[in-house]
């Protein structure tokens, strides 16, 4: 199989890209269009992988040795089929664009069999929308400086599928509880507080759906994790011409960290929910003991981000932006003198609002 497919224009062989507006593959130069549902010629998808290849569920097992399959990394530097540079390309990385002539390639040897992703979502955003995101992001940011509008300076953005485990189970065991519940009665001059003691205990059985896990070490957890919620309706089979004018990347983190990750996150969950219940019935409650288990199942798909620095006062902050939904999350400077004001604003307003409640209760008597 050759290692590299490129994404050529049918009409004048120039490189062509997805368009999120369109849904379609494009042509900058001659204004040339390909829907996907088309299959001829050089940007026809590859053929699927055999059954027995495709990954059906997640296979614990075997997903370290997927993940640093040496087959897949045995070539970092590749020959632009276009121009004839030589590019190099990460060990993760498997779309790209050539820096010399701007061809989209995707390195086919990396997502075959089991290194091919099940499913992608494809880009709903273009990054002609951003800075109008970023605006609508800052507007109620009261603490920024000044000057940062007039100052500050979007850096590149990149467009990038990064790659998740979307995961899919059941937890369920057992949790135990303390409880107390409390009532007062008068007793002649004396107030009398009686509080009862429960041990509470509570079987467990919590289906979860759709639990996205970042399965790249290139960015911050926390960062890809609030920029939830991904539409998972709109997944579609895996395509190599989605990717065309994009970075992607695969895999790489190892099977416990992204095991574990998830099954924190269901177990958080569950624990809120089922503490929640509990509550409802009780003044106070603490969990004792228990354990849950959960069997799990996973699916590779691709999901859209937009990455990019803001650079402001000799400082650069981290933003990505959600493919689908346009939802900013980032880093934000403040304004330590403007902070200072803002809060002593507020610590004003809350003593006045104290103060003329207490007037009011004298005036009245109370």
């Not at 049918?10 to 001659?30: E, I, K, N």
Request: overall charge negative; proline content about 6%.
């Amino acid at each position: 199989m050759d290692p590299i497919k490129e994404q050529k224009c049918p009409a004048c062989g120039a490189p062509m890209r997805f368009d999120p507006q369109t849904g379609a593959l494009v042509c900058d130069y001659c204004g040339a269009t390909a829907d996907l549902s088309e299959s001829s010629g050089a940007n026809a998808p590859e053929q699927p992988a055999p059954a027995g290849d495709t990954i059906q569920g997640l296979d614990f097992g075997g997903l370290n040795a997927q993940a640093t399959d040496p087959d897949a990394q045995a070539l970092p530097i590749y020959n632009c089929v276009s121009c004839g540079a030589e590019v190099i390309a990460a060990a993760e990385q498997f779309s790209l664009t050539c820096p010399y002539c701007g061809n989209n390639i995707v390195l086919t040897n990396k997502i075959t069999g089991k290194l091919r992703p099940e499913g992608v979502l494809p880009f709903r955003i273009d990054a002609k929308a951003l800075p109008d995101a970023m605006n609508r992001f800052y507007r109620d940011k009261v603490l920024l400086p000044r000057n940062f509008f007039s100052e500050s300076t979007m850096g590149k953005v990149t467009g990038v599928y990064l790659p998740f485990w979307v995961f899919s189970g059941t937890l369920s065991g057992a949790l135990s509880y303390r409880a107390e519940r409390s009532s007062t009665h008068r007793s002649g001059d004396y107030e009398v507080t009686d509080t009862d003691h429960y041990r509470l205990e509570r079987d467990v059985s919590l289906d979860f759906e759709n639990l996205p896990v970042d399965a790249s070490g290139r960015v911050d957890d926390a960062l890809t994790d609030s920029l939830e919620p991904f539409d998972l309706s709109e997944a579609k089979p895996f395509d190599p011409r989605y990717l065309a004018g994009f970075t992607a990347d695969r895999f790489d983190r190892e099977k416990d960290d992204m095991e574990s990750r998830a099954k924190e996150r269901m177990f958080s969950s569950a624990s809120k929910v089922i503490s929640a219940e509990v509550s409802r019935e009780y003044d106070t409650v603490s969990r004792t003991g228990g354990s849950l288990e959960a069997d799990l199942r996973a699916r590779y798909l691709l999901f859209p981000l937009y990455l990019f620095d803001v650079a402001h006062g000799g400082k650069s902050y981290h933003f990505a932006v959600n493919g689908q939904t346009g939802k900013v999350v980032g880093e934000i400077p403040t304004d330590k003198a403007v902070s200072r004001r803002y809060f002593l604003l507020r610590a004003g307003a809350v003593a006045l609002a104290v103060l003329l409640i207490a007037i009011a209760k004298y005036l009245l008597g109370r």
